[in-house]
RNA sequence: GUGGUAUUAGUUCAGUUGGUUAGAGCGCUAGUUUGUGGCACUAGAAAUCAUGGGUUCGAGUCCCAUAUACCACCCCA
């Protein structure tokens, strides 16, 4: 064991493979469905995109990117998440003057320096999508109904929708002063972060786990009760929608997120499967991330889930997921002479789209058979001498055990039959 | 960054108070006679017991350090 992969790092294996392309497949498919198409971005980008858009005070950013030089002398940073990525391919490919509004998906890895626990690592991978310019809750609606859709697919059932809002910059600052004022006479009580977050982002006191500072939080006024008018209109027309799509929500005051860009609607879907984190899919509205990238004035709004820990919470309840079948025949041999007219016949089938496989590694007739059974090849077609000189095989239906005589020349096209 | 628990064949695990050549199930390979898999039986390959030190006549077993895994804090997907 000289080499073994990176500390939160996994291999995925071919017996796992099938999982993850069932839920890419069907995310792919569910995002199609409602008009996003799929863009892929690079894994590495200049570090000060991320410190500008995800924020400089993030944990994400302050602690948890993988940042290097490369050999020209910049600095380069692993994807910590996609939004940023995507906002920037938005801004630089001119997508701004497309149709509102442009709607994109992505499956991707990324990269986080924490220390790794259940449903947490250091390479991840994330579907997700990003949507610009609709201002309006429609579509926040929307996107979280294409998780809705997604989970029935897969047939994840019970997962908790949290909603909130943490409104615009106007309300915001607004409630931010209200908060100093409620903290600053116990402030010399509480922990240090939440000293240091009193004057960068109150809004973070709210939910610190420190048990001095909870006792102070539990009573904090909430950021929902002092919406602006506008963002409170946003909120309450988000909630008629989702109502009126009939999906199950609780508003929980809690959620702020810890990425700068968030504004107005910010959701999560939980489980209780995922580890502490619980977390199985977090996004939310970013109306002013693309104009502090130096693009213009467009709303936008998206999410990642944590495809592992999707994958997770399906393997928690039960989902039974089908292994496929690519390869639909085994062409066993009776003896080496017969091997070149098997070696052709696979060509063919393969040439036709017809997953075959024949002895490689010169097994015996007997162990060829016992290959395919424990391989779960559906048919076999024993080949020898007589096959060949009466241009007839037998296909043999592992599953049954019963045999169908065919025509040599008939074996591809009973294949495309089945 | 800080804790707790763990690390023995490919894999899941045994391994008695420290005592000869470290075991098993599954998996893998071959066989149980002549052209048909699953079941059963037989045999075989496969482990410097995570790594490095230490204690001891003797360490898989005790001690220390490191690495990794799992779980948790913080934070996020």
């Given at each position: 064991?000289?080499y ?5 790092t ?21 995002c ?14 200049q ?6 858009s ?28 996609g ?28 990269f ?10 250091r ?17 926040d ?37 209200k ?65 009126n ?43 002013g ?42 062409l ?32 015996a ?16 077609i024993v ?36």
């Amino acid at each position: 064991m000289r080499y073994a992969a990176q500390k939160g790092t996994k291999d995925i294996l071919p017996q796992d493979i099938y999982r993850w392309h069932k839920a890419e497949q069907t995310f792919a498919e569910v995002c199609h469905s409602y008009g996003y198409e799929e863009i892929r971005i690079p894994t590495f980008e200049q570090t000060d995109l991320f410190q500008r858009s995800v924020g400089d005070t993030t944990d994400v950013v302050q602690k948890e990117m993988y940042t290097f030089d490369d050999k020209g002398g910049r600095s380069i940073t692993l994807r910590p998440e996609g939004t940023a990525g995507v906002v920037r391919s938005f801004i630089e490919n001119g997508m701004t003057s497309l149709a509102s509004p442009v709607r994109m998906f992505y499956n991707i890895t990324a990269f986080r320096y924490e220390n790794v626990q259940k449903g947490r690592m250091r390479e991840f991978h994330q579907f997700g999508l990003e949507a610009f310019g609709a201002q309006g809750p429609e579509i926040d609606a929307e996107i979280i109904s294409i998780l809705t859709v997604f989970f029935d697919r897969m047939g994840i059932k019970n997962t908790k929708l949290c909603i909130n809002s943490i409104g615009c910059p106007t309300c915001r600052k607004a409630y931010n002063d209200k908060l100093k004022d409620y903290f600053r006479p116990n402030l010399e009580k509480m922990c240090d972060d939440c000293k240091s977050r009193f004057d960068k982002n109150p809004l973070r006191m709210i939910d610190c786990k420190d048990d001095r500072c909870k006792a102070f939080a539990a009573g904090a006024p909430r950021l929902i009760d002092y919406l602006c008018e506008d963002c409170n209109n946003h909120f309450e027309s988000l909630k008629k929608q989702l109502e009126n799509l009939g999906i199950k929500y609780e508003i929980d005051s809690s959620i702020v997120r810890g990425l700068d860009y968030y504004t107005r609607t910010v959701f999560e879907f939980k489980s209780e499967n995922v580890g502490t984190q619980g977390t199985i899919c977090g996004g939310g509205r970013y109306d002013g991330l693309v104009e502090s990238m130096d693009g213009s004035s467009v709303p936008g709004i998206g999410f990642a889930m944590g495809a592992e820990r999707f994958l997770m919470e399906c393997e928690a309840q039960g989902i039974e997921i089908e292994k496929p079948n690519y390869v639909k025949v085994y062409l066993a041999s009776l003896n080496d002479e017969v091997k070149p007219f098997i070696s052709k016949t696979c060509l063919e089938l393969r040439r036709a789209g017809i997953g075959c496989e024949q002895d490689l590694v010169g097994r015996a007739f007997k162990a060829q058979m016992k290959y395919a059974n424990k391989a779960k090849i559906p048919y076999v077609i024993v080949v020898g001498e007589d096959e060949i000189a009466n241009n007839k095989v037998n296909v043999k239906n592992m599953a049954d055990g019963s045999q169908t005589e065919v025509a040599l020349d008939g074996i591809v096209s009973f294949f495309e039959n089945i």
